[in-house]
């Protein structure tokens, strides 16, 4: 008896609305599925008073020898019924196939409840087999009246046809049509259950003539289509085909092909992601019961796969899992499991917790706080796991706590250093470099940092070695011929984006050093590429074998060593001294480039104790430009360019010439290097001399021009690129100095040679665009002559882009064009415009190719938050120099730029790119309301709706919330008695955004402005009167010009002269002020 109660699953089951009753089930053990014959239940037994709920009846559409039955359901009411339920729970507690069928002859009780009694009563299980290792515990049960489909075979075979040559590199006809012909089956209402019925099945379905490869694809297409149409479509999808899909991901997660198992977590996630939680409220809990794998009945294909999908969840819908659902926060719930789960025994279970985990842990959270602890003594467990991927999760982990929980990890500081450093050992690059992150965050951590005083003599020799060229680098890179001569693959050519630096702001700030101390300019690193999804299909490799273009120990040693040396200072370079000793002058070239590197490093950090060796050290370093070892000459100018703000600051005209002047010749000269690499770091080189050295440069811009000139008659595509950055850099630096006709006479010819050359299609538009943009500026007036083709090609580039997106929104066969040609177009624009100012520029938009304001309007509401951007800093400027021409189609213009300035339409998940198009829509207005005057009457009210609201709202940037404050300070120029009943709702936020708006003419107008409605509506100023009086004493601007400087202190003064007569103890309530707030009031305004 013993022995036969091995091979039983008892289930005991209670019974709904029967409280004393349960129904207990054994199922051999042995069994290969269970079969439930249900009858369907009459319209009369549904609507008794106890009846559990309808039945469902199917006939099983399929059934081989060890394979799991797919099988559809048909039920007489919509919703999911009690019976269904109880199926699926008999599926998941026996952990087996539940089969259900149609039963007429079973049909032999009176009642629903008697029927579903005897139903489990009667034994209900085949003949037992063994299982086998092909055996897949699973069952898709359902209901509603549309999982009575079933594929039509000429359907699928055309739809799988279609989904294989989709995909299809090698065909690009088939792969076309392909794409058209599934684009047009979108609009079949059952796509979707064909796409989950493909994707679920693990072998072809009948009919379906596939060999294994190919089947593999069908199914991975079908995947890749479905997760899009979710993406794009999900609310649309009816709630049958919907559970038909919910359906179809459990299968996918436990499939034996990892990738397909990902395509279900995929699918998973976006319908999270786009539904919410509890649009599939059973996911969570399925996956985490999947992981946990109580019963010992899950297959580690499922476990893995579940794991997995959840940590996709995590990572797409982070949010969503840390806000309160129906009054929970389902991290509180996912958050334990998850760490529990990094006990698996499986390690890619493990690795997909940790991951899931490493989502959280950056971030603060109760989930996070409750289970700190527990989550520690799990790492600490890991730290020492034979599996590299999950130890490098665990460093990530103590990364992400460094900077949200360093009181945990200080007590264990010693520990995790010796730790860290073992596994920068390691000869896994991706694990070593993930633990030398550890000393970048511990180092950039405003506290934490100190702690590494005692241990730096242990670590930075590691850091030393680590960044010195692997020998597997050494093969790769040593040696590198003189490829000058030689064209760039266009694999070499690093993607191009237009840059998103375009907002109006209204403070003179700098901007920040772009090739100072980031790493990313070190050698060829990952510079100007942005986070992208990685393909669905997962068929593209994407790893680059070549150092110099990944993130590697040897690049975040070096970086970490920079940091430190911003720390410790001092300590670092007694620590670096002997290694730069030993190694600068050494015999093999990866230990002399290493230790120039070093010195890099440590540059900024290092400078004042460094100073002293560096007339030694820059000549050395000036020599090895020549060394005969490519790697070497490379990274020697990264190196002087860190060093070049010592030298440019060098007052003796002695020192300059002996330092300065031949580090800066020799930088030049690497320009034109025979080795491509090398070209590449002199440019970067000099930009970052450009960036330190500023108007420094003035008395050697000839030969810097003659070089710059060379270099775009000798440079390949790639390097092209930088230098464009170098032009523009000097445009910025020099400015008008740029205009002198020897310079611009040399310049602008090599640049419009290489204007014309580069397509409207190439991606070079973009840099080439931009550097033109800061070369305009420069110029100024100079620029007129050059102005005129590259205006009308602006606006060609721009009317073609809008007509292929209007093309491509009519029509899915074709692509949407990109965006940045629009954006680069908008901007150069803006430069000429403001270059030219007058005259010039009126003619440039009056003879326009397309009408110029209307494409201004349509790009003003371009889908792309960045076009917008542009278009509305286009538009302000338009205002101020073009407000003739504008004004007419102001009435259209108003009221898209009223919609921009809707806070709500600004999405969460493109919250900082909708904050820059507002701060420019907000700009613009008051650019427009300086010029339009009294005509902005019909806009005041909702405009000055939409300024108090940007004001008033906690969420948005300082920066924004001063424009929309100056916005409205110009608006009160010539709308004063508009706005004055609506001085209280306001007057405060406007007082509190200014306070620290650097001086400026705009800020003025907008005081003079908000002034003007002041004083039509004195007695509304009561609650923050003392706080105007006080911006009024501390408004300096000692660069602000006549008229308006005169106008301002008038308008102070009179509102200074009503209150003056309004308050009766006038000077003793000045004299409430600071002191030196009466004093300039006494003294400016003769109070």
Known sequence: ??????????????????????????????????????????????????????FIYALPDRLHDRETLSTVFFSHEPTLDLTTRFAKLIARRAQLPTYVTNSMDLSTASTVDEEMIWLFSSPAVPEAKTPTADDTYTTLVSTASAMAWQPAPESLRQLATYLKDSLSGFNKDAQKQAELMLEQAKSSPDINNYLAYIFSSANPPDGLQCDEQDYHVVRSAAAIMLKNIVKSQCKSIPEASLQLVKMAVPLGLQDKNVQIRNFAGNIATEVIKRGGLLAWPDLLPKLLDMIGNASGQVSPEAQEGAMSALAKICEDNTKMLTREVNGQRPLNFVLPHLIAATKSPLPKVRVGALTAINVFTPRESQAMLNSIDDLLQHLFILAGDDNCDV??????AFVYLVETRPDKLQPHIGGLVDYVISQQKCDD?????????????????????????????????????????????????????????????????????????????????????????????????????????????????????????????????????DVFARDFRGAVFEAIFPYLSQNLKHVEWPYREAAVLALGAVAEGCMEVVVPHLPELIPYLISLLED??????????????????????????????????????????????KNKKVQ?????????????????????????????????????????????????????????????????????????????????????????????????????????????????????????????????????AL???????????????????????????????????????????????????????????????????????????????????????????????????????????????????????????????????????????????????????????????????????????????????????????????????????????????????????????????????????????E????????????????NEFVSQMQTKDQQSLKSNYAL
């Not at 590691?462 to 001569?485: F, H, T």
């Not at 970052?688 to 021009?705: D, H, Q, S, T, V």
């Open 815 to 1049: 692509d949407q064009p990109n965006k940045d040609f629009l954006i680069t177009s908008l901007d150069l624009i803006s430069a000429i415009v403001q270059a030219l100012e007058g005259d010039k520029a009126v003619e440039l938009v009056e003879s326009a190719p397309h009408p110029f304001f209307e494409l201004l309007s349509f790009c003003m509401e371009d889908p792309a938050d960045e076009v917008r951007q542009s278009a509305y800093a286009l538009l302000g400027d338009c205002a101020k120099y073009l407000y003739p021409r504008l004004q007419a189609h102001l009435p259209t213009m108003l009221p898209i730029l009223l919609k921009q300035l809707d806070m709500d339409s600004v999405l969460d998940e493109e919250i900082d790119s909708g904050f820059g198009v507002v701060n420019n829509a907000c700009w613009s207005s008051g650019e427009i309301a300086t010029q339009h005057g009294e005509g902005m009457a019909p806009w005041v009210p909702e405009l000055l709706q939409r300024l108090v609201e940007i004001m008033c709202n906690p969420r948005v940037p300082k920066g924004l919330s001063e424009n929309a404050a100056i916005a409205l300070g110009r608006l009160g120029l010539h709308s004063a008695e508009l706005l004055a009943p609506s001085l209280p709702r306001f007057a405060e936020e406007f007082l509190n955004a200014m306070e620290e708006v650097d001086p400026s003419e705009e800020k003025a107008t907008a005081f003079k402005g908000f002034s003007m409605v002041v004083g039509a509506n004195p007695q509304a100023m009561e609650k923050v009167l003392m706080s105007y009086f006080a911006a009024i004493a501390r408004y300096q601007d000692l660069n602000l010009r006549n008229p308006i400087k005169q106008d301002l202190h």
């Open 680 to 812: 590449e770091a002199g440019a970067s080189a000099f930009a970052n001399i450009e960036e330190k050295a500023g108007k420094r440069l003035e008395p050697y811009c000839g030969p810097i021009i003659q070089q710059f000139v060379r270099c775009f008659a000798k440079y390949k595509d790639r390097n092209m690129f930088i230098l464009y950055d170098c032009v523009q850099t000097l445009a910025e630096r020099i400015g008008p100095l740029l205009a002198t006709p020897e310079l611009a006479n040399q310049l602008m010819p090599a640049l419009t040679e290489r204007y014309n050359t580069v397509s409207d299609e190439s991606r070079e538009v973009f840099p080439l665009l931009e550097c033109l943009s800061y070369v305009a500026l420069a110029l100024s007036h100079a620029f007129s002559p050059y102005a005129p083709p590259i205006f009308v090609r602006c606006v060609n580039i721009i009317h073609t882009n809008l007509e292929l997106s209007l093309a491509a929104a009519v029509n899915p």
């Open 1 to 54: 008896m013993a022995e036969e109660q091995k091979h039983l699953t008892q289930l005991s089951i209670a019974v709904p609305q029967f409280p004393d009753t349960r129904i207990y089930i054994r199922i051999s053990k042995l069994a290969r599925a269970v079969l439930v014959s249900l009858t369907t239940a009459s319209q009369e037994e549904t609507g008794a008073a106890k009846a559990m709920g309808s």
């Open 628 to 673: 005969p070892e490519p790697v070497v000459r490379q990274i020697t100018c990264w190196t002087l360019g860190r060093y070049s703000p010592w030298a440019a600051e060098l007052e003796d005209p002695a020192q300059k010439e002996r330092f300065f002047v031949p580090l800066m010749d020799g930088i030049l000269r690497k320009m034109l290097d």
């Open 429 to 561: 690059e991706d694990l070593a470099c993930e633990a030398a992150e550890f000393w970048l965050a511990v180092g950039e951590h405003g506290d934490l940092w100190r702690a590494l005083q005692p241990f730096l003599t242990k670590i930075i020799p590691v850091l030393l070695e680590c960044m010195v060229y692997g020998a597997e680098d050494i093969a790769l890179l040593g040696g590198l011929s003189d490829d000058e001569d030689e064209q760039d693959r266009e694999e070499d050519i690093k993607p191009a984006f237009a840059k998103k630096n375009l907002t109006r702001t209204t403070k003179n700030e700098e901007s920040e050093p772009k090739n100072g101390d980031a790493y990313e300019k070190l050698n060829d690193m990952d510079e100007g590429l942005e986070d992208g999804e990685v393909s669905d299909d997962g068929f593209e490799d994407g790893d680059d074998t070549n150092p110099d273009e990944r993130w590697t120990v040897r690049k975040c040693s070096a970086a970490a060593l």
């Open 1051 to 1066: 308008v102070f003064q009179n509102v200074l002269n009503v209150y003056k007569r309004m308050i009766p103890q006038f």
């Open 391 to 396: 130890r490098r999760q665990v460093c990530r």
